[in-house]
Nanobody, 121 residues
Framework: QVPLVESGGGSVRPGDSLTLSCVVT????????MGWYRQAPGKQRDLVAD???????FYKNSVKGRFTITRDNDKNTISLHMASLGPEDTAIYFC???????????????WGQGTQVTVSS
């Protein structure tokens, strides 16, 4: 698994904004789709948003219009700007990327270590 380094989590109040970032490190050949998942206590890990190498995006319904995912292919980074945060957004957020480490290799899932986002008044 190729290391993914996340940053940007924290504790905020309802209505605030927060931006998460993730960078792919290590020896890579190709990065495919990248995205953000989240896992709230006692719940399964769910896809929040993802972005393909061509820039096409997908958003979970509950975050549409509030979250924006962007990608820098040159730097192998993605960011998730989260606006109008509510308590329901509280979770550990995980970066995911599909990466091959050699030519014609399969794209395998790599995960970040997770970053906590807490929204409370």
């Amino acid at each position: 698994q190729v290391p993914l380094v996340e940053s940007g989590g924290g504790s905020v109040r309802p209505g605030d904004s927060l931006t998460l970032s993730c960078v792919v490190t290590g020896n890579i050949f190709l990065v495919g789709g990248m995205g953000w998942y989240r896992q709230a206590p006692g719940k399964q890990r769910d896809l929040v948003a993802d972005i393909a190498s061509d820039g096409s995006t997908f958003y979970k319904n509950s975050v549409k219009g509030r979250f924006t995912i962007t990608r820098d292919n040159d730097k192998n980074t993605i960011s998730l700007h989260m606006a109008s945060l509510g308590p329901e957004d509280t979770a550990i957020y995980f970066c995911n990327a599909k990466i091959s480490t050699y030519p014609y290799g399969d794209l395998n899932n790599s995960w970040g270590q997770g970053t906590q986002v807490t929204v409370s008044s």
